[in-house]
């Protein structure tokens, strides 16, 4: 029910930083739960961090205090800002859209790959 479009990510140095941002197609927004996941060790895909339509954030507790969501309703986009990055950081990294309406919808962007080097 939405597109979504990763960018921002790269190759970075341990202890850099990182912005991505996940551009939505629609016009209903701000009426999305956003989040952002990457894949584990496992190839599991696991919760790094999401924002209510209220504003409402949660974060894993292995990026707590070094990632920050935001979102820009007026721009139809969600942020992630990525600091004090570590090698474990180092994944594919997928935005995320949930609403319930007549059901769940989930939409997913491409992913975008974040490398973090020693």
């Known amino acids: 029910q939405v597109q979504l479009v990763e960018s921002g990510g790269g190759l970075v140095q341990a202890g850099g930083s990182l912005r991505l941002s996940c551009a939505a197609s629609?016009?209903?927004?701000?009426?999305?739960?956003m989040a952002w996941y990457r894949q584990d060790p496992g190839n599991r895909r696991e919760l790094v961090a999401s924002?209510?339509?209220?504003?409402?954030?949660n974060y894993a507790d292995s990026v707590k205090g070094r990632f920050t969501i935001s979102r820009d309703n007026a721009k139809n986009t969600v942020y992630l800002q990525m600091n004090s990055l570590k090698p474990e950081d180092t994944s594919v990294y997928y935005c995320?859209?949930?609403?319930?309406?007549?059901?769940?919808?989930?939409?997913w962007g491409q992913g975008t790959q974040i490398t973090v080097s020693s």
């Open positions: 924002i209510s339509s209220g504003g409402v954030t």
């Open positions: 629609g016009s209903t927004f701000s009426l999305y739960m």
């Open positions: 995320n859209a949930r609403r319930y309406e007549r059901g769940w919808r989930n939409s």
